[in-house]
């Protein structure tokens, strides 16, 4: 497609659960970034890809969180043994290059409801 | 570390009044700058951008200038229209280091007809 795909939009599930969120990226970008967004806050830096490598996973914030990339392609957010705190919605962005001055390309995220 | 403050929301003005959304940064080094606004029901799309002190960013009607000695860069437009109702992200991206972008919390505006 023509902008960043991410899956699925909406996922309600039980805590205690573990779930998957998917990411497709602009075709040709290299980077991809990983953000939280809670309720009435402002988008927290999860995890950044370069390649299929993670030079900056600092925001993962447990080992609950992890996240892989195949090459420069889809990536995937793996939360492990939700918790309701884990409720928000998980933004997608890529770029064409790992630098800090280009325009990042957002998908329309994915909403995570724990119950 | 670098962080981005910008003012609470909601905001809600009438149609072709003046708008100004502030933000403020804190960065080692000279950061690059940047508004994004999220259209209800679509994902954050970058509206302006400025790399270096003293560059305006402009785009739609909005504005914002780099000002590295107040380490601001406040959103103005001069008529809104109600098609601008939206969320408002200040963000900053460092120019060393892991590239992590840094988002503010957003400001809703709402503009009525």
């Known amino acids: 497609g023509a902008g960043v795909s991410q899956s699925p939009s909406n996922k309600v599930t039980e805590k205690g659960k573990d779930v998957e969120l998917r990411c497709d990226p602009i075709?040709?970008?290299?980077?991809l970034y990983w953000y939280r967004q809670r309720l009435g806050q402002g988008l927290e830096f999860l995890i950044y890809?370069?390649?299929?490598?993670?030079?900056?996973k600092s925001g993962l914030p447990s080992d609950r969180f992890s996240a892989e990339r195949t090459g420069e392609s889809v990536s995937t957010l793996t939360i492990q043994r939700t918790q309701q705190e884990d409720s928000a919605v998980y933004l997608c962005?890529?770029?064409?290059?790992?630098?800090?001055?280009?325009?990042?390309?957002f998908g329309e995220g994915s909403r995570l409801t724990v119950l | 570390g670098n962080s981005v403050t910008q003012m609470e929301g909601p905001v809600t003005l009438s149609e072709e009044a003046f708008l100004t959304i502030n933000c403020t940064y804190t960065a080692t080094g000279y950061p690059s700058l940047f508004w994004y606004v999220q259209y209800p029901g679509e994902g954050l799309q970058l509206l302006l951008k400025?790399?270096?002190?003293?560059d305006k960013g402009s785009n739609k009607g909005f504005e914002a200038t780099y000002r590295k000695e107040t380490t601001s860069f406040h959103l103005e437009k001069g008529s809104v229209q109600v098609s601008d109702s939206a969320v408002y992200f200040c963000?900053?991206?460092?120019?060393?280091?892991?590239?992590?972008?840094?988002f503010g919390t957003g400001t809703r505006l709402k503009v009525l007809a």
């Open positions: 400025a790399t270096k002190a003293d």
């Open positions: 890809f370069q390649g299929n490598s993670a030079p900056d």
């Open positions: 962005a890529s770029t064409r290059v790992g630098g800090s001055t280009g325009e990042l390309f």
């Open positions: 963000a900053l991206s460092a120019t060393s280091g892991t590239y992590k972008y840094i």
């Open positions: 075709s040709g970008h290299t980077a």
